[in-house]
């Protein structure tokens, strides 16, 4: 999957900013992406600190781009920006301030587009990440909300690797029908970014009107909707997770489907299920498993966790600059 990705850079070089310009675990990722020269770290901090930090730690972020809050030459034109952005929310006084913190001037360096694309939240929450990304680089025309995804890879016997894609698992709480078509939406353009020629099910503990409720009918609408929204994708709904997965309780239970027991874009009800669902596939499956992924914005920007490891963050800002 990754090969494939860095392949993609390769052919459009991409700049990706990291918030976190001292973290060691930052430092030692630019270092390896550096190393492939496909992709360009931004890391933002003190040039002397991040410097210095590098070489404690032993790595050698050459090539590297530097952008200090504090001294950066283009700060004027960014606080009028933001201003804008902010559209009278902020003064062009209260911009300046938020423009010292790493995380607001990064994606302000994504919404002039002198990177492509942000990784953030080593140390940041992901409150810190998405709230700049939604005030500053805002969502794609049309879309109403930020949603994300999770790829899950796990090598099979064939030698190719399983691939799925799990949506929302981490930012909508109780998604609408209408949010539930959005999200379907942006994870099915995600999932073919990665290779996933999708199948999408719409899960739930219904097939097919074996189950009653309120949940069973609002999946049931979102798959009605998805599929007027997207004719040409596969997609099903709504489906029990067994139904969905296996071929043989699909031929009992919705034997004429196309997508029931070969679904590999699975879109949950609410984010108790998809955050349950996806970690069930990591712990119990061994399924790796790459996000959240923020879909809906318009570029780019992607959180990391605070217990991330480097390998984590050179993984995530493959993922994120791939997308740009």
């Given at each position: 999957m990754f090969k494939k990705l860095i392949e993609i850079l390769k052919a459009h070089p991409r700049k990706i900013v990291f918030t976190e310009g001292t973290d060691p675990r930052i430092l030692e990722a630019s270092a390896r992406l550096l190393s492939g020269t496909f992709l360009t770290p931004i890391l933002i901090g003190n040039e002397a600190e991040i410097q210095a930090a590098?070489?404690?730690a032993g790595f050698n972020i050459r090539g590297a781009v530097i952008y200090d809050p504090e001294t950066y030459e283009d700060m004027g034109a960014m606080v009028d920006r933001m201003v804008e952005l902010r559209?009278?929310?902020m003064t062009a006084d209260e911009c300046q301030a938020m423009l010292k913190k790493g995380n607001y001037f990064g994606t302000m360096l994504v919404a002039m587009g002198v990177a492509d694309a942000l990784l953030g939240g080593a140390t940041y929450s992901t409150a810190d990440t998405v709230r700049p990304a939604l005030q500053l680089v805002k969502t794609k025309p049309g879309n109403s909300i930020v949603s994300s995804c999770f790829i899950l890879v796990r090598p099979s016997a064939t030698g190719d690797n399983d691939v799925l894609a799990m949506a929302d698992c981490a930012i909508n709480i109780k998604p609408s029908?209408?949010?539930?078509v959005e999200i379907a939406s942006e994870t099915v353009q995600c999932a073919k970014i990665f290779g996933v020629d999708?199948?999408?099910a719409f899960l739930s503990y219904s097939t097919f009107g074996s189950g009653k409720g309120e949940d069973v009918d609002k999946?049931?609408?979102?798959?009605e909707k998805a599929r007027l929204a997207m004719p040409n994708v596969p997609i099903e709904g709504e489906l029990q997770f067994d139904a969905a997965?296996?071929?043989r309780v699909a031929q009992t239970k919705c034997p004429h489907s196309k997508v029931a027991g070969y679904a590999n874009t699975f879109i949950f009800p609410d984010i108790n299920a998809g955050n349950i669902g996806y970690k069930i596939a990591q712990r119990l499956g061994s399924f790796e498993a790459y996000g959240p992924i923020l879909l809906g914005l318009n570029a780019p920007i992607n959180d990391l966790s605070r217990g991330c490891n480097a390998q984590e963050v050179?993984?995530?800002?493959?993922?994120?600059a791939a997308l740009a």
């Open positions: 590098a070489e404690d559209k009278g929310k029908e209408d949010e539930l999708p199948k999408v999946m049931r609408g979102a798959a997965v296996s071929p050179y993984s995530m800002a493959i993922i994120t």
